[in-house]
């Protein structure tokens, strides 16, 4: 049974989300159905541009529903009776009206057209209702007697709900979704009928609150015979999931009668006057509903998982992004660089004249490939150094035996960063990769397919052939290659192609953007994934390109090597001048003792100075590279770490922040579901 409460709940509201105001209208109150209508509102705004129309239209039909009853009367309940052809549902009307209101014979099916008694209230109301429903004015009556324990009751009679004719079913099932509550007539031969329980009963357990169940005809039943059908009804109810209300428990109310002779028709008149009473089986119904609609949309909010982009899958993404602009690989170039620029700045003078002296070689002979270093590939096993082209140095890396295509360097010339880089535009420190699609091991993985000229030098990413010869990347490839006539270089054997830096690097980005936006999507409900995985690729449209600007911004700020020179190569080159002083002036003496100049005793006054900057000065040169390691290699570690800050940043602008705004979103809907749901 439906359990009656106090007329002090009633009249404070407790009997649902809304209460009465002055002017016979409804109000919502704090939190209650109130809230789980507009947490169910905001979730339909917030989920337009992720789930399509059809997939949104039960709940927001609810809504319009929940609108449409909140602007009629709050006095009045609505009650449909509902039932089979037969079950005597017209003729329980009539026991409960104090007259015969609704026809009834033996004629099927008998009821046509829904028909209504009204008990007025203390305000008017029930016409607005009743045209909601449909319910034509000549059948709306008024009951027999009046009674005031059921003020406030609409009590409608229903067509067939099996009825032969079509429209009488589909009135039915319209009317149904409108009421506020339904009592079920069953008669003790179809109580078990599929067709109430498969398409009523059943879907609609949700909504045991507003549902009496009545066992009509029970005097047709011998002895005890009623109390077993009943307990039989209540059997199926419960396998129907359909809570009975029980020991104070809300649920459906089960009750048998006959309506013939008037049996257990006050009870169930008791059992309405308190449900009236109570007003709130308009809350109580749309509570069902949205319950309904929350459940239906349950799939495509509640995530399998717990969901969200770990750290571990922002570190994996930014050491992706740093590899694909190769910053391991810039680093130790810029260690390189600052070693050479300590060499040169802490060799002696004569170390300085002869690098000069091999630039201008190199240049007699037409070379136009900057001193630089290739990362290449070998057949010998293990890293090696080799010719691959006039003044060009490749350092080689062994992969499988066979040349790698795709691998790449960075261009270096006895000025730094500058002569392999000063042609018309410089490209990137990109990823390479090789033949077999994995990334190239090298020591740099810059691009620069451009022409240079007067002698700036020329360098062309290069897809090297199985033939095991070492492919510099900077340069001219003269000991391979074909010498094009403007004198740029070409490609290292006569298979190879040249291959464009940056697209060798856009796979190493698209694996890193997909491998993120699957982490995040991970456990998503499928449109929410779909939704991230969009936000992704659209980020990750233009970032190749971005991240080539970060590496060439980059390479700038390092072409012209140490922004400041330590005082120690000052002192280097000074200490180097006075040795290289003593040792042509002790050359000079001993010059002058042999040719007999000076006194041929004075030798030995020369030797000690000779020796001592012939010694010294190598010496020192050696001490400067032991001690350079250490800087070199923080200034190649500082260098390597802003280039993948400066990339992970771009990545992060691009890809991370989009995603994390779509799963922001989807944790805002995923909160506003929880309220809807009642959760």
Not at 111 to 136: F, K, M, Q
Not at 140 to 151: F, K
Not at 412 to 424: E, F, I, K, Q, S
Request: glycine share 14%; with cysteine.
């Amino acid at each position: 049974m439906v359990q009656p409460r106090s007329p002090a709940d009633v009249e404070s509201g407790g009997g649902g989300a809304y209460r009465w105001v002055a002017d016979g209208g409804r109000r919502a109150v704090g939190g209650g159905l109130r809230g789980r209508l507009d947490a169910l509102r905001e979730l339909i705004a917030l989920s337009r541009t992720r789930l399509d129309g059809r997939t949104l239209e039960g709940a927001g039909r609810v809504l319009e529903t929940a609108d449409e009853r909140y602007r009629l009367s709050g006095e009045h309940t609505v009650v449909a009776i509902a039932g089979a052809t037969g079950s005597g549902k017209s003729s329980l009307f009539n026991a409960l009206a104090g007259a015969n209101r609704s026809q009834v014979g033996p004629r099927r099916p008998t009821t046509a057209e829904p028909v209504a008694c009204v008990w007025p209230g203390s305000r008017p109301g029930a016409d607005g209702l009743l045209h909601r429903l449909g319910v034509p004015t000549h059948r709306r009556h008024a009951p027999a007697d009046g009674s005031s324990e059921l003020r406030g009751l609409i009590l409608i009679d229903l067509p067939d709900h099996d009825s032969s004719a079509t429209e009488h079913r589909a009135q039915v099932d319209r009317m149904l979704e409108l009421v506020d509550a339904v009592i079920w007539v069953v008669d003790p031969e179809k109580y078990a009928d599929a067709v109430l329980h498969e398409r009523y009963l059943r879907p609609l357990a949700g909504y045991a609150e507003v549902m009496f169940v009545v066992l009509n005809q029970v005097d047709r039943l011998p002895g005890d015979a009623a109390d077993q059908v009943v307990d039989d009804l209540r059997r199926l109810l419960d396998e129907d999931g359909l809570a009975l209300g029980e020991h104070g428990e809300p649920g459906a109310a089960v009750l048998a009668l006959s309506a013939a002779t008037g049996r257990g028709v006050g009870e169930l008149r008791e059992a309405l006057g308190q449900f009236v009473a109570e007003r709130g089986a308009a809350d109580r119904r749309l509570a069902a509903d949205v319950d309904a609609a929350t459940d239906r949309l349950r799939s495509v909010y509640v995530a399998q998982s717990r969901v969200g982009l770990t750290e571990r899958a922002r570190a994996e993404f930014d050491d992706r992004l740093a590899e694909a602009v190769g910053a391991v690989a810039t680093g130790r170039a810029a260690e390189r660089d600052w070693l050479r620029y300590a060499e040169r700045a802490c060799g002696s003078p004569w170390s300085r004249m002869r690098m000069r002296m091999r630039m201008r070689t190199r240049g007699r002979r037409g070379s136009r490939g900057a001193l630089g270093f290739g990362v290449g590939a070998t057949d010998a096993g293990m890293t090696g150094v080799g010719t691959a082209g006039a003044g060009t140095t490749g350092v080689g890396a062994y992969r499988g035996g066979r040349t790698s295509a795709g691998a790449a360097g960075v261009g270096r010339t006895d000025l730094g960063w500058g002569g392999a880089v000063r042609g018309r535009r410089t490209g990137r420190a990109g990823a390479g990769r090789g033949q077999d699609g994995r990334v190239a091991v090298g020591e740099a993985c810059a691009e620069w397919s451009r022409t240079g000229r007067n002698g700036d030098g020329a360098e062309e990413l290069t897809a090297g052939g199985r033939t095991g010869t070492q492919q510099g990347l900077v340069g001219r490839q003269s000991a391979a290659g074909h010498r094009r006539a403007d004198g740029a270089a070409a490609a290292g054997s006569g298979d190879a192609s040249v291959v464009d830096g940056r697209a060798a690097a856009r796979p190493v980005v698209e694996h890193a953007v997909r491998t993120v936006a699957a982490e995040a999507a991970h456990g998503l409900p499928a449109p929410w994934a779909h939704a991230v995985r969009d936000a992704a690729d659209r980020g990750a449209y233009g970032l190749p390109e971005a991240l080539d600007k970060v590496a060439a911004e980059a390479e700038e700020s390092l072409r012209g090597g140490p922004a400041v020179k330590p005082r120690w190569w000052t002192v280097a080159a000074s200490l180097q001048g006075m040795l290289s002083v003593l040792q042509v002036v002790g050359v000079l003496w001993l010059l002058g003792a042999v040719t007999g100049v000076g006194e041929a005793t004075a030798w030995s006054s020369g030797l000690l100075p000779a020796v001592l900057g012939s010694v010294g000065g190598p010496a020192l040169a050696w001490m400067c590279r032991v001690v350079a390691r250490g800087p070199a290699r923080r200034y190649g570690q500082d260098a390597e770490r802003r280039l993948r800050s400066a990339a992970a940043a771009c990545g992060r602008a691009r890809v991370l922040e989009p995603v994390a705004a779509e799963l922001l979103r989807y944790r805002e809907v995923r909160e506003q579901y929880a309220v809807a749901s009642g959760a």
